[in-house]
Each structure stands twice: as structure tokens, then as C-alpha cells.
């Protein structure tokens, strides 16, 4: 069977979800979902690397590795950090995976957080990531969104060969922290589509 990135992600992640509860519940008396209210993670993925950022061909800090976080209402933030306090989100609500080695997200939004300041616009573009099979390995990933007034932002990450850690925020416990392998006591990924032939 083919499991398809978040699929194999939640299986790196340290804690296997325990049914229905995968989306953390708010407490007593108070409503399932408030209109502007933060979506919460469900996987939060650190791959190991450097990267390189241009913005309209000018270069700018990248100084991280890449985060990737798979969101509880389905779309993807893929983030690096450019400079101390400075972040830049590339986010997409849909996505694809037609290798078990190649996943692609469709952009649609790219969002910038300086010292705690958010803003975010709307792009397109794509990000595309090349892994091992597993996705324990990050080998590369470039992402190009356009602005509507024509503005390029590139980014490009070199892993450094190192497995990602994985985890699933809320569901660990305290103290613990991503290993970037499967535990022996999480499920296999189920419902996800054969692996297509290989030619």
C-alpha cells in the first residue's frame, strides 16, 4: 500500500492517535469552533538542512532547516527562518503525492511573521519535496510563489542527510521530543491508495 506524506508522517510522529482523537477537544461548556479561532497542528515535521531564499531574484537570509506542519482542518505550512524573529510560511490547501518519494503542494497563500507580527497574502505557485520512500529523509525542496503584483518569493532546502523528527502536538507526553523514527507500538497508516506500478 502507498501511504501518502501525512500518512507516513503521523506514523514518525512519537504517540499514535487514539480514535477520535485526533483533534484536540475544547473544555466543557465551551463550542466546538469559534469563528477566528487558531487551527490547531496535528504533525509537526523538522527536517534537518539548509536553504536559500531570493525574493524577486534578491537574495535574503535563510538561516533553518524546514518545517513542515500538517494542520487539523488539512492544509500544509511549510516554514523556514529568515533571520532572527523573521518567518516565512509557505501554505497550501491542496496537495499530491504520485511517488511515495515526490509530494507537491498547489499554493495559496504565503505568510510572513516578523518578532510576532503576522501578515499573509494570496499566492500561487507550488512546493515540491524529493524524499526517501520512507519520508525519514528530506532530500530537497523548492518552493516559488507569485504575488498578485508579480513579487517572486523562491525557496530552496538541502537536506543534510539526517532522518526529520516528527510530532504530534497534544498528543505526547510531557518531555518528550521528536525522534524521527516510528515507535514499535504505533498502527500502520491505513486507508491510503495502492502504490501505482513502478516503470
Known amino acids: 500500500m502507498r501511504r501518502t506524506l501525512p500518512a507516513m508522517l503521523a506514523c514518525l510522529a512519537l504517540a499514535p492517535l487514539a480514535s477520535g482523537a485526533q483533534t484536540p477537544r475544547p473544555p466543557q461548556g465551551q463550542p466546538q ?22 525574493v524577486s531574484g534578491d537574495p535574503r537570509p535563510c538561516t533553518s532547516g524546514l518545517v513542515y506542519v500538517h494542520h487539523t482542518n488539512g492544509s500544509v505550512l511549510l516554514s523556514v527562518q529568515s533571520g532572527p524573529g523573521v518567518t516565512l510560511g509557505f501554505q497550501a490547501e491542496n496537495d499530491r503525492q504520485p511517488r511515495p518519494e515526490d509530494y507537491t503542494m498547489q499554493l495559496s497563500r504565503l505568510h510572513t511573521s516578523i518578532n510576532g507580527q503576522t501578515a499573509a497574502k494570496q499566492v500561487s505557485g507550488s512546493c515540491e519535496i524529493h524524499m526517501s520512500t520512507d519520508g525519514r529523509t528530506w532530500h530537497r525542496a523548492t518552493c516559488r510563489a507569485t504575488d498578485r503584483s508579480g513579487l517572486v518569493t523562491v525557496m530552496n532546502f538541502t537536506g543534510d542527510g539526517r532522518q526529520v523528527t516528527a510530532a504530534q502536538p497534544g498528543q505526547q507526553q510531557r518531555g518528550q521530543q521528536g525522534q524521527g523514527n516510528r515507535p514499535s507500538g504505533s498502527p500502520p497508516a491505513t486507508n491510503a491508495p495502492a502504490t501505482p506500478p513502478k516503470s
Open 33 to 54: 469552533a469559534q469563528q477566528g479561532a487558531p487551527v490547531l497542528p496535528r504533525v509537526v515535521v523538522g527536517a534537518p538542512g539548509r536553504c536559500e531564499l531570493t
